[in-house]
């Protein structure tokens, strides 16, 4: 039916794909570090096919110079910097910057891109009362998604269909500054405290943690979110990065788009995990029996249980990023003297997890949800916030996808298609 004949060779960069007798020629186009696509926008048009490839295995969406990522060797680099590197060396709000602008700030840079940030400090009462209506047993990832979209509401200036470069930057000041206040406030909500106003002088961690407590957090306790947070920053087209680049190719606003890429990310298989995890761990604690128990039941194909924050769509080597949060993880807790019986629980379960046949056949390995959650629980922050936190850490790396979506060239609505397979025509009766 089909033969594919590649010519790899630089000066022949195209694959010759013959398809029920119509040869065509499919451009080969290579990323910065090798990687090799073909390149089939052509195929429908010349030959009458289309691909399948559910659940997107196989299919890159889309060219970006934001994030790199190798999932065989574990190499994550955002902008051309090791993760590890920036890990060590960036704070949140830098990391945010090179996202969205391509480069490190100066510091004359860095000092415009806070004030655009301080220019958004102010909570409206519009938004102060909607926080107030929610129920406060209200899960807050519920609560931050219709909340940013409901922003729009006050923001008529950035709904225009085709947003100038400096809207663009406005509104994602904007949505940087505000969401971390709505997390916060909403947390206080929650827990029936007044709301304590940002103060935008402070480094975006310390903020939001005096945000949320009232009170002045730690060293230890603001270098440990800063690395939390840009270990989320950004991590190429994942669900919920895809749905803002979908959402938003329809040229919804930036609240909207903005908005789904959070409802995404709640999903347990995806940002959800962090709170997942933290709930499996607590109930391997309450149910007992050890680990190897539990590592059975994610064995079975007749249990439904499996390994919260274990495995990834690309990582099948490690994740670089559950590596640096290990370690993060033992870390905080010697240096806030916790003892948390799950990182116990954890590290019991990731040790007989990888040196099981299932495990290591399968190329599961822990990711960077595994131990987040500890960290976050150090710190003193409910389950239910763990996902908001992530969120607040992807936040930048949507807005940088969201932008360079809708300023490349060639810019589309995203509409792929489908292989209709159920009844043929019949009639009304
Ligand atoms: N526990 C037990 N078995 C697993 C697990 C797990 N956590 N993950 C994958 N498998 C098995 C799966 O059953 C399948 O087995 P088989 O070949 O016998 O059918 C095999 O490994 C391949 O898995 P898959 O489901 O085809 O892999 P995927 O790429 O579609 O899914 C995943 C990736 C992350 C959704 C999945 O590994 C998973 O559900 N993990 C637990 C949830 C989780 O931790 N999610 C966070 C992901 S990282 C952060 C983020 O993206 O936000």
Request: with cysteine.
């Amino acid at each position: 039916m089909g033969a594919l004949k590649l010519h790899e060779r630089k000066e022949l960069q195209v694959a010759e794909l013959t398809v029920a007798d119509t040869r065509i020629t499919l451009p080969i186009f290579y990323g910065t570090e090798g990687e090799k696509a073909l390149d089939i926008s052509k195929l429908r048009s010349e030959t009458g096919f289309v691909t399948l490839d559910p659940a997107y295995m196989n299919t890159a969406s889309c060219t970006s110079e934001i994030t790199y990522l190798d999932g065989e060797n574990g190499i994550l680099r955002y902008r051309g910097y090791p993760i590890e590197q920036v890990a060590e060396k960036a704070c949140f709000l830098e990391v945010s910057y090179l996202l969205l602008h391509g480069e490190l700030p100066t510091a004359v840079q860095f000092e415009a891109f806070r004030s655009e940030l301080r220019d958004h400090a102010t909570i409206s009462p519009f938004c102060q009362n909607m926080i107030r209506s929610f129920p406060t047993h209200a899960h807050p990832m519920g609560a931050l998604a219709a909340i940013t979209a409901a922003l729009s509401a006050e923001n008529a200036a950035y709904l225009a269909q085709d947003l100038p470069q400096s809207q663009r930057q406005e509104v994602t000041a904007q949505l940087m500054q505000q969401l971390k206040s709505v997390a916060a406030y909403f947390y206080r909500h929650m827990n029936g405290l007044t709301f304590v106003e940002s103060n935008p002088r402070l480094d975006y961690c310390e903020d939001f943690l005096t945000m949320l407590f009232g009170a002045c957090p730690t060293a230890e306790a603001v270098r440990a979110l800063n690395v939390l947070l840009i270990l989320h920053a950004d991590h190429e087209q994942n669900c919920s990065t895809s749905t803002v680049r979908l959402v938003g190719s329809s040229k919804a606003n930036p609240y909207a788009t903005i908005s789904a890429g959070i409802s995404a990310l709640w999903g347990p298989l995806h940002g959800g995990a962090n709170q997942a995890v933290i709930e499996m761990l607590e109930a391997i604690r309450k149910e007992g029996g050890g680990v190897k128990k539990f590592i059975e039941k994610a064995k079975s194909k007749k249990d439904a249980f499996v390994l919260m924050g274990f495995g990834h769509r690309v990582y099948k080597n490690f994740d670089p990023r559950a590596v640096i949060i290990k370690k993060a993880c033992d870390d905080v807790l010697e240096k806030l003297h916790v003892h948390d019986p799950l990182l116990d629980i954890a590290k019991a379960l990731e040790a007989e997890a990888l040196q099981d046949s299932y495990f290591i056949e399968r190329k599961l390995y822990p990711n960077v949800d595994f131990y987040s959650g500890i960290i976050y629980k150090a710190l003193g922050i409910p389950v239910t916030m763990f996902t908001v936190l992530f969120a607040l850490g992807r936040l930048p790396g949507w807005l940088a996808q969201w932008q360079e979506m809708l300023t490349a060239s060639g810019m589309k609505i995203g509409r792929p298609r489908q292989i209709y397979v159920g009844s043929g025509k019949r009639d009304w009766k």
